[in-house]
């Protein structure tokens, strides 16, 4: 089956969309994949399970449309260390530079759905708003002492580019 960037696959087992990361299709961190993927599209199902895109914790009510980010991760495939620095620092050497590759792409598609809470913040363009609900509903892996200041830049970072691409409107699902 051919990916279309406008109409995501879904699996067909557990009724919900999949992620497409470099092209392949599969599920997401946080969808249960005790189960192998089964393509199909959204409409050869009967009734698409669809969770809010935002925080995950309740049905999506919303469709929002905005321009599909993509998120590039370079992955780290050499490191370049100096040998002087390392004789001088008693056998610790400092890191020079990485070398890396960019082969980690995720496009994150342009038709988000939203729960009502995650679409009231939307509709009132309050980004900490919902980046404050998003956390909350993290698991505690992510919001930990040592951690949420990360977890936290990182949706701000992700969602400061996304929102302001918003195109007018909404449609209910």
């Avoid at 977890?151 to 449609?171: C, D, K, V």
């Amino acid at each position: 089956m051919k990916i279309d960037p406008l109409d995501p696959p879904y699996c067909r087992t557990c009724n919900r969309v999949l992620g497409v990361q470099n092209g392949v299709p599969g599920h997401t961190r946080r969808s249960k994949n005790d189960h192998p993927v089964d393509l199909c599209k959204r409409s050869d199902l009967p009734n698409p399970t669809i969770d809010c895109d935002f925080c995950h914790d309740g049905a999506g009510t919303w469709q929002y449309e905005f321009e599909a980010p993509v998120d590039r991760q370079n992955n780290i495939v050499g490191t370049v260390y100096d040998t002087g620095d390392y004789q001088r620092r008693h056998h610790a050497a400092r890191v020079r530079r990485y070398e890396t590759d960019g082969s980690t792409t995720t496009h994150w598609g342009d038709q988000w759905a939203a729960c009502h809470t995650c679409a009231a913040y939307l509709e009132a363009d309050d980004l900490y708003g919902l980046v404050s609900w998003v956390c909350a509903r993290l698991p505690s892996k992510y919001t930990n002492a040592k951690r949420i200041a990360a977890t936290r830049a990182s949706i701000i970072q992700t969602y400061e580019a996304m929102l302001p691409t918003r195109r007018p409107g909404r449609i209910r699902l």
